[in-house]
């Protein structure tokens, strides 16, 4: 069974950083592309970042494109995503989720879902 944690959520200002990371268990992390999601209170679930194995191709969504950065390290099983410049739109519960595929935005591509840490951008 795979199991996703995600950690590193909190509260920040606006303009500050945070860097969540998504620790995999039950099989290894460099079997499967790693995607990070967010749901803000009263919206869909939107595709944030996503980074396939291998090759390790990324996608952003454009909102985030230039101020987050995905990376993974399969030697720990760990995917990260490094947030930069935080808006108070980015505030959200942040989700991994794992799947065989390539690097991709639909969450339909992803079998697998970490519980969510929560990212809040206030003043």
């Known amino acids: 069974q795979v199991q996703l944690v995600e950690s590193g959520g909190g509260l920040v200002q606006p303009g500050g950083s945070l860097r969540l990371s998504c620790e995999v268990s039950?099989?290894?992390?460099?079997?499967?592309?790693i995607g990070w999601f967010r749901q803000a209170p009263g919206k869909e679930r939107e595709g944030v970042s996503s980074i396939s194995n291998g090759r390790g191709n990324t996608v952003y969504q454009d909102s985030v494109m230039g101020r987050f950065i995905i990376s993974r390290d399969d030697a720990v099983d760990t995917v990260y995503l490094q947030m930069n410049d935080l808006k108070p739109e980015d505030t959200a519960v942040y989700y991994c989720?794992?799947?065989?595929?390539?690097?991709?935005?639909?969450?339909?591509?992803?079998?697998?879902w970490g519980q969510g840490t929560q990212v809040t951008v206030s003043s």
């Open positions: 989720a794992a799947g065989v595929t390539v690097a991709t935005l639909r969450d339909d591509r992803y079998d697998f």
């Open positions: 039950g099989f290894s992390s460099s079997f499967y592309t």
